[in-house]
């Protein structure tokens, strides 16, 4: 939509006590200068899953707060980076960035003064991807940003949809709609007919569709414009699910067939934590008026897309 969890490594991550948020405040640079601390929430698989799946260690994502966010908006983003850690649960190669050591995603979060409520909610993506030659993990995103327009958040937030639309664009900074070209998964792009064709999404497809439906194609939204055409789940087919392009009232799950996407893209996932989610029956919707058109991300404005840098293979840590 343009809008709508690791233990340590020895001495490196524990999953004994609960994720601490560091504060913020200020340390001094080696020239004398002010540099800023930021809060930090990590959100880490469970160790025991990684270990099911036969990981090393268990996945972790970091949510740096940059500043512009109430109690509230943050603990929006360390629920939406909890249910993420739910279903990616295996480590990914760290990586360095600028001098700083990533693993496993990074991800920046700020509220920010952009236009006001609607048009433009903000900017979400990732911002650096795994060299292609990080084997599986490769293009699996290292770090991203999340920088909402602070009036929209706390539009949001009242509303109730902001849970649902950070955990959205939580998906993208992971992946989802915004590396598919990169991984060869998107075919048919820009037609009215766009699809994803990652095995393990089409497997799930199938097991959706029922009566006996094997793999098939997944439908990819053909409408929208950028930042919402070949990036989502047809929004037709599956209405309420997290990752089409609309943000419906809630629930908005988190199905199968999105945490085997992620698997299609080089994750370890456990797809049984997947959230419940049943085709909707389009016939009855429509019958009672509620199949309407939208206009992206959640009839209100966009959340305007990131063009990430591919890091070089020196880029490994």
């Known amino acids: 939509m343009a809008t709508r969890k690791k233990t340590a490594k ?19 640079g080696s020239a004398g200068t002010a540099t800023p601390v930021f809060k930090l929430y990590k959100a880490t698989a469970s160790a025991s899953a990684a270990k099911k ?15 512009g966010l ?59 991807l795994r060299p292609a030659s990080a ?22 937030q009242a509303d109730g949809t902001l849970g649902d639309v950070i955990t959205h664009e939580m998906g993208h900074v992971l992946g989802v709609g915004t590396i598919w070209t990169n991984k060869k998964l998107l075919k048919n792009a820009g037609s009215s007919n766009p699809t994803f064709v990652g095995p393990a999404a089409m497997k799930e497809f199938g097991r959706l569709k029922g009566s006996g439906a094997g793999p098939t194609r997944v439908p990819v939204e053909n409408s929208g414009g950028a930042g919402t055409a070949d990036s989502h789940w047809r929004e037709s087919v599956f209405q309420r699910e997290l990752m089409t392009g609309f943000v419906g ?54 959340v305007l897309p990131i063009i990430p840098t591919v890091l070089p293979s020196d880029g490994m840590a």
Not at 12 to 20: D, G, L, V
Not at 53 to 67: D, K, L, M
Not at 146 to 155: I, N
Not at 249 to 269: C, E, H
């Open 10 to 28: 020895a001495g490196k991550r524990s999953t004994a006590t609960k994720p601490r948020a560091k504060k913020r405040g200020t340390k001094r």
């Open 53 to 67: 799946a036969g990981a090393a260690r268990p996945f972790q994502i970091t949510v740096r707060f940059r500043g």
């Open 70 to 128: 109430t109690t509230a908006q943050q603990n929006a983003f360390k629920k939406a980076a909890d249910r993420w850690a739910r279903v990616i649960v295996g480590d990914l190669p760290p990586v360095s960035i600028g001098g700083e050591l990533i693993d496993d995603v990074l991800i920046e979060a700020e509220g920010v003064a952009i236009d006001g409520a609607g048009r433009i909610l903000g900017q979400a993506g990732p911002t650096h």
């Open 135 to 156: 084997g599986t993990a490769a293009f699996l995103p290292a770090k991203g940003i999340m920088s909402f327009d602070s009036a929209d958040l706390a539009s949001m």
């Open 249 to 302: 009232d809630k629930p908005n799950p988190m199905s199968r067939l999105t945490v085997a996407s992620l698997q299609d893209l080089g994750y370890v996932v456990d797809v049984k934590k997947a959230e419940s989610y049943k085709l909707p029956n389009l016939s009855s919707i429509a019958e009672s008026g509620s199949l309407r058109s939208h206009i992206a991300p959640i009839d209100r404005g966009v």
